[in-house]
């Protein structure tokens, strides 16, 4: 299999692929997703959460793709990807590695050591009641990463129900949670 620029690919590879785009303040954006090359390729690729799990990326296309080597990378990238971060926006027109990340928001959208370890704190929180929750509303409202476990605590302590998928649509019903969530932490904050 190769790349869009003919370079072999082989498992264990890290992707770039553009996905999308349109134009911000008169210029065209392109939209990227990151990905790495699984033992057996079927149309999906590799991505990774905050805990370092992988995940399958569906659609994924080795053909539209551009191979990176690791030696390209920006200090910190690699670290980024396998703790979640999976796209970013570029407005490079050309198509090396060097100037889409040179003239990217990768690093707006980077992970850290710090969010990593904000999210794994909060993954160990034993929320039981509402005033655990109030104890807790700074670091909610400090992470920029929050465990759907907590998320959906602190809904069912606020006496709400979670979303309900309707069609496959994890991604809205998430939204909704996410937005409940904060509404519910951002409240309480503005009472105390």
């Known amino acids: 299999m190769k790349d869009v620029n003919g370079n072999p690919v082989k498992v264990g590879d890290l992707l770039l692929e553009e996905t999308g785009g349109g134009?911000?303040?008169?210029?065209?954006?392109?939209?990227?997703?990151l990905w790495e090359m699984p033992n057996r390729?079927?149309?999906?690729?590799?991505?990774?959460?905050?805990d370092k799990t992988s995940h399958e990326f569906c659609w994924?296309?080795?053909?539209?793709s551009i191979k990176i080597s690791v030696k390209e990378l920006p200090k910190d990238f690699l670290f980024s990807f396998y703790h979640g971060m999976d796209d970013f926006?570029?407005?490079?027109?050309r198509n090396t590695v060097t100037d889409i990340l040179g003239d990217s928001?990768?690093?707006e959208k980077s992970i850290n050591p710090n969010d990593v370890s904000s999210f794994k704190k909060l993954s160990r929180?034993?929320?039981?009641?509402i005033e655990d929750v109030r104890k807790n509303?700074?670091?909610?409202?400090?992470?920029?990463?929050i465990p759907n476990s907590?998320?959906?605590?602190?809904i069912r302590l606020a006496g709400g129900k979670e979303a309900v998928m309707v069609n496959g649509e994890l991604g809205f019903a998430m939204l909704e949670d996410t937005l409940t969530f904060q509404s519910i932490v951002y409240g309480m904050q503005d009472r105390n």
């Open 89 to 93: 926006d570029s407005y490079s027109k």
């Open 125 to 129: 929180l034993k929320l039981a009641s």
């Open 150 to 154: 907590v998320v959906a605590s602190v």
């Open 137 to 145: 509303l700074n670091l909610f409202t400090k992470a920029k990463y």
């Open 41 to 50: 390729y079927n149309g999906q690729g590799l991505q990774y959460s905050l």
């Open 105 to 107: 928001n990768w690093k």
């Open 60 to 64: 994924a296309d080795v053909n539209k």
């Open 23 to 33: 134009y911000s303040n008169g210029k065209l954006l392109r939209s990227f997703t």
